[in-house]
């Protein structure tokens, strides 16, 4: 992704990062009473300006946006100014009307996902929390719910036990023998020039401006470097973006979980030290259901629209906090003239209060206190509709923070029908240094015609936004997994599956990402019913869909390229 100087609020990374000096000035906790102060910008090479969430510093606030004298002992309010609206849904949204058990109870994130299945199928089977049923008369079609309140009572062992994936020979090795037909990380220096295996991640020098930052991190151990993951149901499951955010932060130390949606509960944010909740009031939306174009969405597609007297909860535990943490959060929202007002606590005492605004804009609420466990309680107070779209927690410590942007059932031209300047706001105040693209699947059920034309053109509005958003981030796109329907009795892959492949191989190279080549990794074509007979099984019934323990292999071996990639830099320097 080009580095474009638009006016951003911050630079790019530095060319070198031992002339660059520390990302970040080290602060005490005491100095949170200050006011929070600005973005990442150019700065001497030995004193760079502080940047958000650097080690012990105040929380920063987006560029241009009033700051408010905080309060260090009980929560710092910090209106950040006129970002614009956009929302999430991790996986919390009602099943579309009339779909079988929508009704069912025990269901807390329950998201319907249309996908092609096996039409001999009449009844219900939960695998790993994914619902599938056969709808139509006789049609080869699954209707996919998660149902993650009935998530089996195995699913934690599915994840944290088993087999992992290993690397021989320079390929990737999974759960039941398959090779990847790519090489894992850095191929081998005697590789054969006119091999034509390519390595799984392909233009890895596109990371350099991201691994500047990581080696700034590893060398001074100061300042925060993040990463944005925007995808569909791959990145929703949580499962991939959960294993890669740990693999990062234990080389290179967590600066907290990120970014949640506002939504329904949803068990599988547990394992990464978050929650939420919704009390009746509110209304759950998202941008695959609602189809109104420019609409103002969250940063995974959805939005909690709340009456007068509602409130919901997110909350976090930071795993690998301490408790002389000082937190940094940030809630979205949509500020307008009929909007309702929203009172925001923290652990119980009251922080901040909105009002409604003279236009409608997107409006980040910052706000910090001390520890590693907070409760965020927003209480719509009308008295029109409040509108909130999710919630960030970050520690104020060097380290890596992984937002996990899913919304099941998108594709690239979903996000790319949102309002784009509510968009670019709620990206700027996440400050991003990677972004990743996690889409394809979807649209490989999609005819080839539409692929050509409208899949290229989301992905140049999707990159004029990130470029508005983090001038100076660099990107990659991971290509879709393998996927099959079922026709005539048989499994066969879709008919773009290998027209999207190719496509996101083109793009990414027109637009200078990285660009990891997910369908190699598995085993190439017809490898998602391989993965799908694995034992343990590393795919859902629905062939398109991982497994838990499929999607914890695939986030190992992409960790391992990437950081295969960064060590072979590194070592270069």
Same mark, same amino acid.
């Given at each position: 992704?080009? #580095?474009? *100087?638009?006016?951003?609020?911050?630079?790019? %990374?530095? &060319?070198?990062?031992? !002339? $660059? /000096?520390?990302? +970040?000035? =080290?602060?005490?906790?005491?100095?949170?009473?200050?006011?929070?102060?600005?973005?990442?910008?150019?700065?001497?090479?030995?004193?760079?300006?502080?940047?958000?969430?650097?080690?012990?510093?105040?929380?920063?606030?987006?560029?241009?946006?009033?700051?408010?004298?905080?309060?260090?002992?009980?929560?710092?309010?910090?209106?950040?100014?006129?970002?614009? #609206?956009? *929302?999430?849904?991790?996986?919390?949204?009602? %099943?579309? &009307?009339?779909?079988? !058990? $929508? /009704?069912?109870? +025990?269901? =807390?994130?329950?998201?319907?996902?249309?996908?092609?299945?096996?039409?001999?199928?009449?009844?219900?089977?939960?695998?790993?929390?994914?619902?599938?049923?056969?709808?139509?008369?006789?049609?080869?079609?699954?209707?996919?719910?998660?149902?993650?309140?009935?998530?089996?009572?195995?699913?934690?062992?599915?994840?944290?036990?088993?087999?992992?994936?290993?690397?021989?020979?320079?390929?990737?090795?999974?759960?039941?023998?398959?090779?990847?037909?790519?090489? $894992? /990380?850095?191929?081998?220096?005697?590789?054969?020039?006119?091999?034509?295996?390519?390595?799984?991640?392909?233009?890895?020098?596109?990371?350099?401006?991201?691994?500047?930052?990581?080696?700034?991190?590893?060398?001074?151990?100061?300042?925060?470097?993040?990463?944005?993951?925007?995808?569909?149901?791959?990145?929703?499951?949580?499962?991939?973006?959960?294993?890669?955010?740990?693999?990062?932060?234990?080389?290179?130390?967590?600066?907290?979980?990120?970014?949640?949606?506002?939504?329904?509960?949803?068990?599988?944010?547990?394992?990464?030290?978050?929650?939420?909740?919704?009390?009746?009031?509110?209304?759950?939306?998202?941008?695959?259901?609602?189809?109104?174009?420019?609409?103002?969405?969250?940063?995974?597609?959805?939005?909690?629209?709340?009456?007068?007297?509602?409130?919901?909860?997110?909350?976090?535990?930071?795993?690998?906090?301490?408790?002389?943490?000082?937190?940094?959060?940030?809630?979205?929202?949509?500020?307008?003239?009929?909007?309702?007002?929203?009172?925001?606590?923290?652990?119980?005492?009251?922080?901040?209060?909105?009002?409604?605004?003279?236009?409608?804009?997107?409006?980040?609420?910052?706000?910090?206190?001390?520890?590693?466990?907070?409760?965020?309680?927003?209480?719509?107070?009308?008295?029109?509709?409040?509108?909130?779209?999710?919630?960030?927690?970050?520690?104020?410590?060097?380290?890596?923070?992984?937002?996990?942007?899913?919304?099941?059932?998108?594709?690239?031209?979903?996000?790319?029908?949102?309002?784009?300047?509510?968009?670019?706001?709620?990206?700027?105040?996440?400050?991003?240094?990677?972004?990743?693209?996690?889409?394809?699947?979807?649209?490989?059920?999609?005819?080839?015609?539409?692929?050509?034309?409208?899949?290229?053109?989301?992905?140049?509005?999707?990159?004029?936004?990130?470029?508005?958003?983090?001038?100076?981030?660099?990107?990659?796109?991971?290509?879709?997994?393998?996927?099959?329907?079922?026709?005539?009795?048989?499994?066969?892959?879709?008919?773009?599956?290998?027209?999207?492949?190719?496509?996101?191989?083109?793009?990414?190279?027109?637009?200078?990402?990285?660009?990891?080549?997910?369908?190699?990794?598995?085993?190439?074509?017809?490898?998602?019913?391989?993965?799908?007979?694995?034992?343990?099984?590393?795919?859902?019934?629905?062939?398109?869909?991982?497994?838990?323990?499929?999607?914890?292999?695939?986030?190992?071996?992409?960790?391992?390229?990437?950081?295969?990639?960064?060590?072979?830099?590194?070592?270069?320097?």
């Amino acid at each position: 992704m080009g #580095a474009v *100087d638009a006016g951003a609020p911050r630079a790019g %990374p530095p &060319a070198s990062a031992v !002339d $660059a /000096g520390a990302r +970040g000035v =080290a602060a005490s906790a005491s100095d949170a009473g200050a006011a929070l102060t600005g973005t990442r910008g150019p700065g001497p090479t030995v004193a760079p300006p502080p940047r958000a969430a650097d080690a012990g510093a105040p929380p920063a606030a987006d560029a241009g946006a009033a700051r408010g004298s905080p309060d260090a002992s009980a929560g710092l309010r910090v209106d950040a100014g006129a970002p614009r #609206a956009r *929302d999430e849904a991790d996986a919390g949204r009602r %099943p579309d &009307a009339g779909t079988p !058990d $929508a /009704g069912r109870s +025990g269901h =807390a994130g329950d998201t319907a996902v249309r996908v092609e299945g096996d039409a001999g199928e009449e009844h219900p089977e939960l695998e790993h929390g994914l619902l599938c049923v056969n709808v139509g008369d006789g049609g080869e079609e699954l209707v996919c719910h998660y149902y993650e309140g009935d998530l089996p009572a195995d699913l934690d062992d599915s994840l944290d036990g088993g087999p992992r994936p290993q690397v021989v020979g320079a390929r990737h090795v999974y759960a039941d023998g398959g090779t990847s037909l790519c090489y $894992a /990380g850095t191929p081998p220096p005697d590789t054969n020039p006119a091999s034509t295996t390519p390595p799984c991640l392909q233009n890895p020098q596109a990371l350099e401006p991201f691994f500047q930052w990581l080696l700034e991190l590893e060398r001074t151990r100061r300042g925060r470097v993040a990463i944005a993951q925007l995808g569909a149901s791959h990145t929703a499951a949580q499962f991939f973006t959960d294993t890669v955010r740990e693999a990062l932060a234990t080389r290179f130390g967590s600066a907290g979980r990120g970014y949640v949606a506002a939504g329904k509960a949803s068990p599988r944010l547990v394992s990464s030290g978050a929650w939420r909740s919704v009390e009746p009031g509110w209304q759950v939306l998202d941008a695959v259901h609602n189809k109104a174009p420019h609409e103002a969405w969250g940063l995974s597609g959805a939005r909690a629209v709340g009456r007068p007297g509602a409130g919901l909860v997110v909350g976090f535990d930071e795993k690998h906090g301490n408790g002389d943490d000082v937190a940094r959060m940030q809630i979205s929202l949509l500020e307008g003239p009929d909007a309702g007002a929203v009172e925001i606590s923290i652990d119980g005492k009251e922080v901040a209060r909105t009002a409604p605004g003279a236009s409608s804009r997107v409006k980040v609420v910052e706000v910090a206190a001390p520890g590693r466990r907070h409760e965020v309680e927003l209480t719509a107070l009308g008295p029109g509709p409040t509108t909130v779209f999710g919630v960030t927690h970050e520690r104020m410590a060097p380290g890596i923070v992984y937002d996990s942007l899913g919304l099941p059932g998108a594709t690239s031209m979903t996000v790319a029908g949102y309002s784009q300047e509510a968009l670019v706001e709620q990206l700027r105040a996440r400050e991003v240094d990677l972004f990743v693209l996690f889409f394809g699947t979807n649209e490989a059920s999609l005819p080839r015609a539409r692929i050509d034309g409208e899949m290229r053109a989301a992905y140049a509005t999707l990159f004029k936004t990130l470029n508005e958003a983090s001038p100076q981030a660099a990107c990659l796109i991971i290509a879709p997994t393998d996927r099959q329907s079922r026709r005539k009795g048989a499994w066969h892959a879709p008919e773009s599956m290998d027209l999207v492949s190719n496509q996101m191989e083109a793009i990414a190279r027109d637009h200078g990402c990285a660009f990891w080549a997910t369908r190699l990794v598995m085993g190439g074509p017809g490898s998602i019913d391989r993965w799908r007979r694995a034992n343990p099984t590393l795919a859902n019934k629905d062939h398109v869909h991982l497994s838990a323990l499929g999607y914890r292999h695939l986030a190992d071996m992409f960790a391992f390229d990437l950081l295969s990639a960064y060590d072979a830099w590194r070592a270069g320097r």
